[in-house]
T-cell receptor
């Protein structure tokens, strides 16, 4: 079955710095790569996603890049702000499906003022 | 994005009892799922809630412990049966159309 590894598990940055979180996967058939942000006590929120036919997608300060050859995708946050502090999860579909998601272990991001 | 609600938002239950969690989604959703998130951990898929038929369970989850219903397109329930302290978790329902998957606010369950 599908497997996804997420690194780092924790990340501490100064406000204004960039943060990068990386996930690697095993199933070459994967074609959809979402990222979720979960603030303490809140539901996971979809913040950005990418499909396999593009290599990069940006939305203001966040971007996702995909390297299908190397089987990894990354979340990039630029000009970090304290409100970016949260746990971030990558996810991808179980083999053979679009919607059943397997999640990475999560990265706890702390942005210090 | 889809609008998803759950109730109860939290509950404290005694071991050996059962709790039913309800999830309501808006009409944009075609597929519904139930996940578990243990304290400080990631999300794990319990099952796919199938409309009008038995749910499809993932490895490690069984119908007798987590019976699921989905009587119509926009409503589903998850029951946590014969609870033990190890069932203390956040239970989340989710809904999806084509790709994007959205989550309900979760039900925080504590079993004493």
């Amino acid at each position: 079955g599908e497997n996804v590894e997420q690194h780092p598990s924790t990340l501490s940055v100064q406000e204004g710095d960039s943060a990068v979180i990386k996930c690697t996967y095993s199933d070459s058939a994967s074609n959809y790569f979402p990222w979720y942000k979960q603030e303490l006590g809140k539901r996971p929120q979809l913040i950005i996603d990418i499909r396999s036919n593009v290599g990069e997608k940006k939305d203001q300060r966040i971007a996702v890049t995909l390297n299908k050859t190397a089987k990894h995708f990354s979340l990039h946050i630029t000009e970090t702000q304290p409100e970016d502090s949260a746990v971030y999860f990558c996810a991808l579909p179980f083999s053979g499906g679009y919607n059943k998601l397997i999640f990475g272990a999560g990265t706890r991001l702390a942005v210090h003022p | 994005s889809a609008v998803i609600s759950q109730k109860p938002s939290r509950d404290i239950c005694q071991r050996g009892t059962s709790l039913t969690i309800q999830c309501q989604v808006d009409s944009q959703v075609t597929m519904m799922f139930w996940y578990r998130q243990q304290p400080g951990q990631s999300l794990t898929l319990i099952a796919t809630a199938n409309q009008g038929s038995e749910a499809t369970y993932e490895s490690g989850f069984v119908i007798d412990k987590f019976p699921i219903s989905r009587p119509n397109l926009t409503f589903s329930t998850l029951t946590v049966s014969n609870m033990s302290p190890e069932d203390s978790s956040i239970y989340l329902c989710s809904g999806t159309g084509t790709y994007e998957q959205y989550f309900g606010p979760g039900t925080r369950l504590t079993v004493t």
